[in-house]
C-alpha cells in the first residue's frame, strides 16, 4: 500500500532556528504539493511541484521558506528562521497529473507537527 | 479563486444515509468539484471527484446539479469511522483550494 511518508512526524524548536521538513512522494508520482493547516487559516496551499519543477509557490512567505525536489523521491520544505506563527502542521501531498486540468487525485502524508517556541 | 460554501457541522446516526451539500456559484467550466475527508490528527483522505455527471465509488456517490453550481456527498451508511471534516474542493489545473468544511458527526 503506497503512502506519502513525512518526516519528522513532530518538531520543537525555538524561534530563530532552521526547520526542514521532508516528505518522501509515492513512487511513480510526478506531483508535489505543500499545504499548512492551521486552526485560525484551515489549509492553505504553500506549494506546488510538477515533474519536480516549482509551478507555483505564491502561497509560500518568500522571506523565510523554501521549497525544493533535489530529486524525484525527495521534497523538502525549509524554514529559516522560525518564527511562532509558524506553528502548524505542514502536509505535504502527491498525485500524478493526468493531463486534465484539475482532475487530479492528491494523496496526502500524516504532516509534520510544528511548534516553534 | 473559485470558492465553496459547505455547513459547519452536521448530525447523522449509525446505518443512516447522510447528503454532505455544498454551494460553488462562482463555478467555472473547467473546475473538477473534489471531496477529501479529514480524521483527527491525519492527513486529507481522498473520497470522490466529479466534473459533470453525478459519480459513484466504493466510499461514496457524489450527485452534481445541472448547473453545477452545487453538488452533494451522499455516504449511503454511515458508520462511526465516517465522523471527520469533509471538504468540498474546486479544482483547476491541479491547485486546490480548501474551505473550512463540514464536520460530520455520527451517533451511534
Known amino acids: 500500500d503506497a503512502r506519502v511518508t513525512q518526516t519528522p512526524r513532530d518538531k520543537v524548536t525555538e524561534m530563530g532556528q532552521e526547520v526542514t521538513m521532508r516528505c518522501q512522494p509515492i513512487?511513480?508520482?510526478?506531483?508535489v504539493f505543500w499545504y499548512r493547516q492551521t486552526m485560525k487559516q484551515g489549509l492553505e496551499l504553500l506549494a506546488y511541484f510538477r515533474n519536480r519543477a516549482p509551478l507555483d509557490d505564491s502561497g509560500m512567505p518568500k522571506d523565510r521558506f523554501s521549497a525544493e525536489m533535489p530529486d524525484a523521491t525527495l521534497a523538502t520544505l525549509k524554514i529559516q528562521p522560525s518564527e511562532p506563527r509558524d506553528s502548524a502542521v505542514y502536509f505535504c501531498?502527491?498525485?500524478?497529473?493526468?493531463?486534465?486540468?484539475?482532475?487530479?487525485?492528491?494523496?496526502f502524508g500524516p504532516g509534520t507537527r510544528l511548534l516553534v517556541l | 479563486d473559485a470558492k465553496t460554501t459547505q455547513p459547519n457541522s452536521m448530525e447523522s446516526n449509525e446505518e443512516e444515509p447522510v447528503h454532505l451539500p455544498c454551494n460553488h456559484s462562482t463555478i467555472s467550466g473547467t473546475d473538477y468539484i473534489h471531496w477529501y475527508r479529514q480524521l483527527p490528527s491525519q492527513g486529507p483522505e481522498y473520497v470522490i471527484h466529479?466534473?459533470?455527471s453525478n459519480v459513484n465509488n466504493r466510499m461514496a456517490s457524489l450527485a452534481i446539479a445541472e448547473d453545477r453550481k452545487s453538488s452533494t456527498l451522499i455516504l449511503h451508511r454511515a458508520t462511526l469511522r465516517d465522523a471527520a471534516v469533509y471538504y468540498c474542493i474546486l479544482s483547476n489545473f491541479n491547485k486546490f483550494y480548501f474551505g473550512s468544511g463540514t464536520k460530520l458527526n455520527v451517533k451511534p
Open positions: 513512487l511513480g508520482h510526478n506531483t
Open positions: 501531498a502527491s498525485g500524478l497529473d493526468p493531463g486534465l486540468a484539475g482532475g487530479q487525485t492528491q494523496y
Open positions: 466529479g466534473l459533470t
